[in-house]
């Protein structure tokens, strides 16, 4: 598999995971937006903030999901041969735009 020939540095992903894993639990904690309601729709009291697999394993399955982001970027990433810090930032803006911000924006449109 063509995959096989791309070089992959594994500290670099666990430390991209854990920055994004970090940045995410700053900006969902109580004291920056975290108190927030996230469903504009409904009335605050009738949202019930559920834990499936409880605290801990909302926290795990968070960090594997940071894991499987670096993973996959840092593939695209080389595979783009992105040689420097703009050229991986240009190639990940890209990924956002075409991946990420489209098909929030279609919730936009049909909410």
């Known amino acids: 598999m063509f995959l096989d020939d791309v070089p992959v540095n594994y500290a670099t992903i666990l430390i991209a995971a854990l920055t994004y894993f970090i940045i995410g639990a700053i900006w969902y904690a109580p004291f920056l937006f975290g108190h927030r309601n996230h469903h504009p729709i409904t009335e605050p009291t009738e949202v019930e903030h559920k834990h499936h697999f409880g ?3 909302s926290y795990i399955g968070e960090f ?3 894991l499987v982001i670096a993973y996959v970027l840092t593939l695209i990433i080389q595979i783009s041969q992105a040689d420097d810090v703009l050229e991986g930032i240009t ?3 890209w990924i956002w735009i075409g991946f990420i911000a489209t098909t929030h924006f279609s919730a936009v449109l049909w909410d």
């Open 64 to 66: 594997i999901i940071s």
């Open 55 to 57: 605290p801990l394993g």
């Open 91 to 93: 190639v990940a803006l």
